[in-house]
């Protein structure tokens, strides 16, 4: 197998480690392209297990890039989001369950509160399930410290309850009932449906009209749902339920061009606990490249 076949057999690992650090599916090709190109440079019949290598290699990279200014939040404008990406349907349920976990908006704004270490190590041990011996290779560092990294990142985003996820089949009912909600049908059913402490986080990078700072509380976010529901903008839109980011999501077009995404994130009691919406257009390139492919 040559350099280039070598590479193509662990590019998806790398780009889905590579996207999971950064929250970027632009940064994390960026990233594996580097990657590509330091492979290129390297003699690979010195390299024993080239996995190791490039997951080493991609580590690094994604941990600079995390360190640069631009990647900065302090100058963005309201709330910051993972651009969102389309996970095709080509698994088990059981599969989408444990993809969604590491997949989810609330999962990696959960590692924004990390190091960049902090944000390696966790995804490499707790995701990825390398051993605390190869993490501690590919960071360069020694086993006791990869541990106390781990153990850190675990205290800072919480442990399995943070990447709980609903079954898809009630993702699909939550879906379908916000929809209906919109659509000035059944307010009182999805109001039920909200967790009381339910948030809103919209994301429109100063680039299009979004709320500029989270709402917290069920009444807030009704509020909220009220006013665009009654300026009826959201129900000339097409929409289109597709999954992102490893759940049930919905794309929202005008004329054909993406408008917004949406997810959710929910508590163990199948209500939603958050709500996240995309609509700077920078962040929705990656979704709707992906989506039109299939």
């Not at 780009?15 to 990233?31: F, H, T, W």
């Not at 959710?264 to 709707?288: C, T």
Request: charge should be neutral; aromatic fraction near 8%.
């Amino acid at each position: 197998m040559d350099k280039g076949q070598l590479f193509e057999e662990h590019r998806s690992r790398l780009k889905g480690l590579a996207y999971r650090m950064l929250g970027s599916y632009a940064d994390s090709e960026d990233a594996v392209q580097d990657t590509f190109i330091r492979w290129c440079r390297e003699d690979i019949d010195h390299i024993e297990n080239p996995i190791a290598w490039l997951t080493t290699v991609c580590s690094r990279i994604c941990m600079d890039m995390l360190k640069a200014p631009h990647n900065s939040r302090v100058d963005y404008v309201g709330p910051w989001l993972p651009e969102p990406i389309y996970t095709a349907e080509e698994h088990t349920v059981e599969e989408e369950v444990m993809l969604a976990s590491s997949l989810s908006m609330a999962f990696l704004l959960l590692l924004e509160r990390l190091t960049p270490k902090q944000r390696a190590a966790y995804l490499l041990k707790e995701v990825f399930n390398h051993s605390y011996t190869d993490v501690a290779a590919i960071l360069a560092t020694s086993e006791s410290t990869c541990r106390k990294l781990v153990s850190r990142a675990n205290a800072a985003i919480g442990q399995d309850n943070n990447r709980y996820q609903m079954p898809p089949e009630r993702q699909q009912i939550l879906l379908e009932a916000f929809q209906q909600a919109m659509n000035g049908q059944q307010l009182e059913h999805f109001t039920r449906l909200l967790a009381e402490d339910v948030q809103l986080t919209s994301d429109g990078g100063g680039k299009v009209l979004a709320v500029l700072r989270i709402l917290s509380g069920r009444q807030r976010v009704l509020d909220f749902f009220s006013t665009i529901q009654r300026q009826g903008w959201w129900q000339q839109l097409q929409w289109q339920h597709v999954p992102i980011n490893g759940v049930k999501g919905i794309l929202m077009k005008h004329q054909g061009k993406i408008i917004n995404t949406v997810t959710f994130g929910f508590n163990e009691q199948g209500q939603i606990s958050r709500i996240f919406i995309v609509r700077n257009p920078d962040k929705l390139s990656a979704v709707k490249k992906m989506a039109s492919l299939h």
